[in-house]
């Protein structure tokens, strides 16, 4: 046996790099997941998911506009009473004169920017809680590499197919709460109308989500690969009950806000 060949034996395994282990979130996420485990990663992806999230946000209110974004929760708000005809016209007219639209443009560029980034670092403290609490060994590093590459992952499919639906869309006829049209409520108002069903049901509704569940499943797969004895299974449900507590929450919310 030459040294030649004893030194390739012991050379270790080279390590995959950021597009191998984002393709992997889709198409083998047991084992990508259990690679960051071993060596996590989060600095690309985060600067990724800020690139996108920037990107998406300059779109979405470019596209539809200042006005036209605005003026369907306004529209609301009169129809409620919660506002008069007058008051909307007026901060309609505040909102896309001078140098405000290039501000509130600035927002969603920094809103969508930084929104994903936060999302991720509370999913993953919340996850790393629970964890401790449950008395599963795991590491708030591992989480956070694991809750980035989801929301990387499915986020470049959702931010892609939401950008074909602005431009197929006349910017008048887009539904700022129901964008991409994904979820179960889509599908409820286009059977029922808006006002089919108790305004609880519909919020809760949009949660049920395509894009939503998916991430669901990958953070459960994420969150038993880089823990101890953690079944995928009981991962599914940890995960799940924790989306579902949030689901309602924000359907309450969001009801009594009207």
Known sequence: ???????????????????????????SPTETFTQ???RPDF?????????????????????IGVANFFSQ??????????MTQEQMDTQLAAMTSGRTPMIIKGGFILSGAVSNVIFALVSAAVLRLVSMVMGYENGFKKLLSVCLYTFL????????????????????????????GSNLA????SMLGKDGLP???????RWIDVFALWMVGLLAIG??????????????????????????????????RG
């Not at 306004?74 to 009473?81: E, H, I, T």
């Open 43 to 63: 600095v690309i992806p985060l600067i990724c998911l800020l690139v996108i999230g920037g990107i998406v946000g300059y779109v979405m209110i470019d596209r």
């Open 199 to 205: 305004k609880f049901i519909m919020n809760l509704a």
């Open 73 to 82: 929760g306004m529209r609301q708000a009169v129809d409620s009473g919660r």
């Open 1 to 27: 046996m030459t040294p030649e060949r004893n030194i390739s034996e012991s050379a270790p395994a080279p390590q995959p790099g950021f597009l191998s282990r984002l393709t992997g979130v889709w198409f």
């Open 223 to 256: 969150l038993a690969a880089v823990s101890q004895k953690l079944k995928t299974q009981t991962a599914l449900w940890i995960v799940g009950g924790i989306y579902a507590v949030v689901a309602i929450c924000g359907s309450l919310i969001a009801t009594i």
């Open 36 to 38: 960051l485990g071993k």
């Open 153 to 180: 992952a499915v986020g470049i499919i959702s931010s892609v197919l939401f950008v074909v639906i602005l431009f197929l869309k006349s910017p008048e006829d887009i539904d700022i709460q129901n964008l991409v």
């Open 186 to 189: 889509a599908l409820l108002t």
